[in-house]
């Protein structure tokens, strides 16, 4: 029999698919839908192996779905806006549009040889002006809300990319793509007003039940509310008072210095006619203005000719210092400093030679322990040296202290977060423009709609530094739409997040020519109920996606203030690295075994060190090109390699031995079906009235396996979902010697492997489909049900009553969590309509039996 010939198969089965429109899908109010969604990729020039993991996630979910009956809406599209694009048209004299639409065409087609379910009629690609003229409409409205703004700002500035980034954009003091060191720089800039949400995306972060617990606590962390106070420090002899932001407004009494940054109004008051406090503000404005690029900077103060007054203390003053550590964006810019329980004041105060005063102590403490040395005690305990707080716990004492401050209108108690505005602005020209005009005489005038979209000009000079478009005085200069002179464009392009935080919306009706999206589409599509991609996204793109969807509802469109709702992360591919004598990094495609078992170079035979398994990476070569590997061993063996030996969220090593595994399983399964099928007879044979033990035995497996793949697929447990498949095969090789006596139940078992491999292995899966007599589209066919009676012993039938009276009853597994049976019970649809709107008082459960839903009365 001759082998498997993927070759033929994927390509004969994904036009099958592309001829008869499968996954092309229509709003359908009788079918329940489900929107799964993979992060679009930014088309950099080729498919790599992380988004062959992505999308194979995402294609599993969106089949599963289909056959469970859903409408699937499963698009795709292409983050095409970005640096990368005008870095390489210098490079290689290609324009960025070219450039990009050359890579979207490649990287299709390799998406195509995967089997994947996209419904490609809905694809988008951000660069088109279709799309963002309705993203520069949305920024109208934003601006018209007041949501947009422009202001005078210290920003991040990237000398390399020669532009602004976002504070998420600097890591550890550098251009997250550049690696360049960031600068500060004074530039008038573009906002979006994500703080106003803070409290909103902070407090809903909880009604995000199906995102992974990391990625919650990531954007809480980055949200970063605070509970403090603001204090005002009286300065004698000067018109302003000192406002500081602390959150522990109980070691007031410690208090030894106050500090401001040095971009703080009085700096730069106190600047005017102090040369050396000009030379030290230009000093610590070369740093970027992250809070990490200034963690690690050495500790540098100014000490100024001003002092303030201790708010409690008569007669006591203390020095009003200008100093790098203190961010002129964060609480008021201003601090008080308490070296005695604060590392960073006290690392301040041993290198100026200030006071060290211990006012809070630990329960147990003689005068040893309230003796600081080199370590700030920054731990609650009880109050000491601090007059009417003296005795007080810490919490205790910020309540008494903020009264107090309150009181004698020195203060008050402040709720503070860590979130900024969100700086939108970048100084390139492969962005969407900002539909704004900046006239002389009006100042900022938004863009009329009528004349959206602004589209960026063709003819552009990438060769100079700075930024293009401001460089382009034809397409710089235009007529003011409020009085008619003369004008000019605003010149800035969108951060390329903006065009990621409304995309999944766009999907929904992607041709819509009046509005990014319709209500109706909008309503019956979203939210996304499965978006699947990398965890580097946490904070940036997850958190700016729930803004906008925030903003968008405030300007009246109608979208979900969750627009995400599922969320799955998926883990890293990584692979071994290989080093030759030379200590080169080496791609595995150069690598050989010896017969000893030893690497080897493939082009001297020389012999190559082998390192750790990392994270695949250009850098260090240890690549696998994804479109070797499809057209080695076909898109199911990729496919089925990534699903295979890692839950999704896990980091995947890969390996060659794991993917000939694949490849011999599909072989084998293959030619299982190819043997057999001529000999069980036809599809929808009758079940025989007796069957042998055997059969029985193979018949309880198929459903236990039909159960368990199930559940496993629910909670993204696809590696277990493959290894039961695998059992199953197993199972039924077991019994084909006997097929004479059992070709119902080997039949059923094909049938049912077949249907149960198919997210997984879409075109093997099609193929067995045909080769086992059936003439539909597998993608048509439902999802194979597991007969409860073959599970008897894991299941219990638990009574669900409402107020003590029998409504339903539901199967659970045998011992599962009160929460799970519960969830069940009310998923119940009689029960659902019982409860409608009533309020739930409470829920009584009792294992395996009982759940009686109390209502209020
Ligand atoms: C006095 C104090 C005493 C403080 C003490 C801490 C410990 P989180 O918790 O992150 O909100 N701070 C306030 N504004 C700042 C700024 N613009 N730049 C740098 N530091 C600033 O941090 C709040 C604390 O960070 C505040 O409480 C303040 O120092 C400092 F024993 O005030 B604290
Ligand atoms: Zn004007």
């Known amino acids: 029999m001759s082998r498997y010939n993927f070759k033929k198969t994927e390509a004969f089965w994904q036009k099958v698919w592309e001829d008869n429109k499968t996954f092309f899908v229509s709003k359908n109010t ?57 870095n390489a048209a210098i490079q290689n004299n290609v324009h960025p549009a070219l450039w990009t639409q050359d ?115 990531m954007q809480e962390n980055w949200i970063g509310k605070s509970q403090g106070a603001h204090i005002n420090f009286e300065i004698p ?53 992250s809070e990490a690029s200034l963690e690690t900077a ?15 203390i008569k007669g006591k003053s203390l020095p009003i210092f200008i100093a790098n550590f203190v961010l002129m964006d964060y609480g008021t ?9 604060d590392q960073r004041d006290l690392d301040f105060a041993r290198k100026y030679h200030l006071d060290v005063i211990p006012v809070v102590a630990p329960e147990k403490y003689d005068n040893e322990t309230l003796c600081i040395d080199k370590t700030a005690f920054s731990e609650n305990g009880y109050m000491i040296n601090s007059y009417f707080l003296n005795g007080l716990d810490t919490e205790a004492a910020k309540i008494k202290v903020i009264k107090r401050l309150e009181n004698e209108n020195k203060g008050q108690k402040s709720v503070n977060f860590r979130l900024r505005d969100w700086g939108v602005s970048r100084q390139r020209y492969w962005g969407c423009p900002i539909p704004i005009i900046l006239c002389k005489d009006c100042g900022i005038v938004p863009v009329p709609e009528t004349q959206l979209p602004v589209t960026l000009p063709k003819d552009i000079d990438l060769t100079q530094p700075g930024n293009p478009l401001d460089l382009n005085s034809d397409w710089k200069k235009t007529v003011c739409p409020g009085c008619g002179g003369p004008a000019e464009r605003e010149t800035d392009t969108f951060d390329t997040f903006f065009e990621s935080s409304w995309y999944f919306a766009r999907f929904v009706d992607p041709q819509n020519k009046i509005t990014g999206f319709s209500s109706e589409n909008s309503k019956y599509w979203l939210p996304v109920d499965q978006y699947i991609g990398g965890v580097e996204h946490a904070v940036l793109h997850l958190l700016y996606s729930r803004f906008f969807a925030r903003a968008l509802k405030v300007c009246g469109y109608v979208i979900d203030k969750e627009p995400l709702s599922g969320l799955m992360t998926q883990g890293m591919i990584c692979h071994s690295t290989y080093k030759n004598q030379e200590g080169k990094w080496v791609t595995p495609s150069d690598v050989t075994f010896d017969d000893m078992g030893k690497a080897r170079s493939k082009c001297d035979g020389s012999a190559i060190t082998i390192g750790r398994s990392e994270k695949m990476s250009k850098s260090k070569k240890n690549v696998v090109d994804p479109e070797n590997i499809i057209s080695t061993y076909g898109a199911d063996t990729a496919r089925l390699f990534m699903l295979s030996d890692s839950p999704p969220e896990r980091d995947l090593d890969w390996t060659d031995s794991g993917v000939e595994g694949a490849w011999r399983y599909i072989n084998r399964l293959w030619k299982l079906v190819n043997e057999l099928s001529t000999q069980i007879g036809r599809p929808n044979s009758k079940e025989p009235k007796t069957m042998s033990k055997q059969a029985h035995k193979l018949k309880a497996r198929i459903h236990k396996t039909i159960f368990s793949v199930t559940s496993d697929i629910e909670k993204f447990h696809f590696n277990k979902a493959v290894a039961r498949i695998r059992q199953l095969t197993n199972d039924i090789e077991e019994i084909r010697s006997d097929k004479q006596k059992n070709m119902w139940v080997i039949r059923y078992g094909l049938e049912t492997l077949t249907k149960l491999i198919n997210p997984m292995m879409p075109h093997l899966a099609e193929e067995l489909w045909v080769c086992l007599g059936f003439e539909t589209l597998l993608a048509d066919t439902p999802w194979p049900e597991a007969d409860p009676q073959f599970l008897e012993e894991e299941w219990a039938t638990v009574a669900v009553q409402i107020n003590g009276k029998l409504r339903g009853t539901v199967d659970v597994l045998k011992n599962q969590s009160e929460k799970a049976t519960e969830d069940l019970a009310l998923n119940l649809p009689a029960i659902k309509t019982k409860i409608h709107n009533k309020k739930i008082h409470k829920i009584i459960v009792v294992k395996n039996r009982i759940v009686n839903v109390v209502l209020e009365k």
Not at 74 to 80: E, I, N, R, V, Y
């Open 30 to 86: 009788s079918q329940p839908k489900y929107y799964v969604l993979e992060m679009f990729p930014y088309p950099s020039g080729r498919i790599h192996m992380g988004h062959v993991r992505n999308y194979t996630l995402g294609d599993l979910v969106a089949r599963y779905k289909r056959a469970r009956g859903f409408n699937v809406l499963h698009p795709m599209g292409w983050d095409a806006f970005g640096l990368p694009a005008e």
């Open 103 to 217: 890579n979207i065409k490649t990287m299709k087609k390799q998406l195509k040889s995967m089997g994947l379910s996209y419904d490609w009629s809905r694809e988008i690609a951000t660069c088109d002006p279709d799309y963002y003229k309705h993203e520069q409409k949305m920024f109208l409205d934003f601006f018209e809300k007041g949501l947009a703004y422009k202001k005078e700002s210290w920003v991040n500035w990237d000398p390399i990319e020669n532009t602004v980034l976002a504070n998420e954009q600097v890591i550890d003091g550098k251009g997250w793509r550049s690696g360049a060191n960031v600068e500060k720089r004074k530039l008038s800039q573009w906002f979006l007003k994500i703080s106003a949400f803070s409290e909103e995306l902070l407090g809903d972060i909880s009604s995000l039940d199906k995102w992974p617990k990391k990625v919650k606590l």
């Open 237 to 289: 002899d000067f018109p302003q008072k000192l406002k500081v932001y602390t959150t522990r407004p109980d070691t007031i009494f410690g208090a030894t210095f106050c500090a401001i940054s040095v971009n703080h109004p009085i700096s730069q008051f106190l600047a005017k006619t102090d040369k050396d406090l000009r030379s030290f503000i230009e000093d610590c404005n070369r740093l970027g203005t």
């Open 298 to 312: 050495e500790k540098k103060g100014f000490c100024t000719p001003l002092i303030c007054l201790h708010p409690f």
């Open 333 to 341: 810019g201003a601090i008080f400093g308490c070296p005695a329980h």
